[in-house]
């Protein structure tokens, strides 16, 4: 006993770490964080600022961003965390079910969708941190960025511009190319407050760095984009429809109210029935950043 006390006392320190390591864990469902992915960091105040750039495809790649669907919401029977197969053109027993509760009408089940599990629309692509004030050890990194639909927009915006006063440019060529100025600010939407990039512009056109050799260096360190796209990161329907059942109880009484059984349904039973049931009026199930009412960053800290 002795001896396990003072053991407790000389690696108090260590100790330390595991809990903290730990409760980053819980804090993103019990996944550990992707250290290849950058992300801004705000103030308290919610505002934050960067500057990257965008780089070319990877080698071998042909496309400089991938894109992809998300689940990552707590259900009455605990948190789900998959990619969802309607990225790579798959069927989505999670969406699935979104969908057959829509289908209801019932306008609080359809609240609880919209508000907790609807997919979350996400973008891959390479960046160079050029600016990161808030951690000044990016600086001159590469990491994969993932950005939703608002920032995408700004990029498409550059590609295929509204006037004709307005010279094209492509975000991604590492000549002519142009830096990000990211500046995002919380703002209110109703009585919900969300993250907003808004305000990100590009700077005029310049080169990643002065000599192709140094540029060179720079393409070396990108990560690959399409592993996020690869049939083996995304769960069967099957399985992920036993991760549905499991997440929000369909054989007992929902948070959303309603009582569901698909036990061992065949699939196509399951697409029929949708078929038949969802109207087509229904809203789409996609959720940009900078519009869900309930950011996911809230919902996983709703039990601090």
Wanted: charged letters at 35%; one cysteine or more; hydrophobic letters at 35%.
């Amino acid at each position: 006993m002795a001896d396990a006390f003072a053991s407790l006392k000389k690696n108090r320190n260590s100790l330390k770490d595991k809990i903290l390591k730990e409760t980053d864990k819980l804090k993103s469902g019990g996944h550990e964080a992707d250290s290849r992915i950058w992300k801004p960091t705000a103030d308290s105040a919610g505002n934050g600022t960067a500057t990257i750039r965008f780089l070319a495809p990877p080698e071998g790649e042909d496309v400089p961003f991938v894109r992809v669907f998300e689940h990552g919401f707590k259900g009455p029977g605990g948190w789900l965390f998959e990619n969802c197969p309607t990225s790579i053109k798959g069927d989505c027993a999670v969406c699935d079910h979104n969908s057959e509760v829509w289908a209801t009408e019932d306008k609080s089940k359809q609240q609880w969708i919209r508000d907790n599990s609807k997919r979350k629309l996400n973008y891959y692509a390479n960046i160079l941190v050029v600016s990161d004030p808030a951690n000044s050890a990016n600086n001159g990194k590469v990491f994969l960025y993932k950005f939703g639909q608002s920032i995408f927009d700004k990029i498409n915006g550059q590609l295929n511009p509204k006037f004709e006063d307005q010279d094209a440019l492509n975000p991604f060529d590492m000549w002519e190319g142009a830096n990000l100025r990211l500046r995002m600010r919380d703002d209110i939407k109703g009585t919900a407050k969300f993250r907003t990039y808004a305000d990100s512009q590009f700077d005029t056109p310049t080169a990643v760095a002065d000599e192709d050799e140094d540029i060179k260096a720079v393409w070396d360190q990108c990560y690959s984009l399409q592993a996020f796209i690869d049939p083996s990161q995304y769960k069967s329907y099957d399985d992920l429809q036993k991760e549905v059942i499991r997440v929000f109880k369909l054989n007992e009484d929902s948070s959303t109210g309603e009582k569901v059984t698909m036990d061992d349904e065949p699939k196509e039973q399951v697409e029929h029935s949708l078929k038949e049931k969802v109207s087509r009026e229904a809203p789409s199930l996609d959720v940009d950043e900078d519009d869900d009412l309930k950011s996911f960053a809230a919902l996983m800290n709703e039990d601090d």
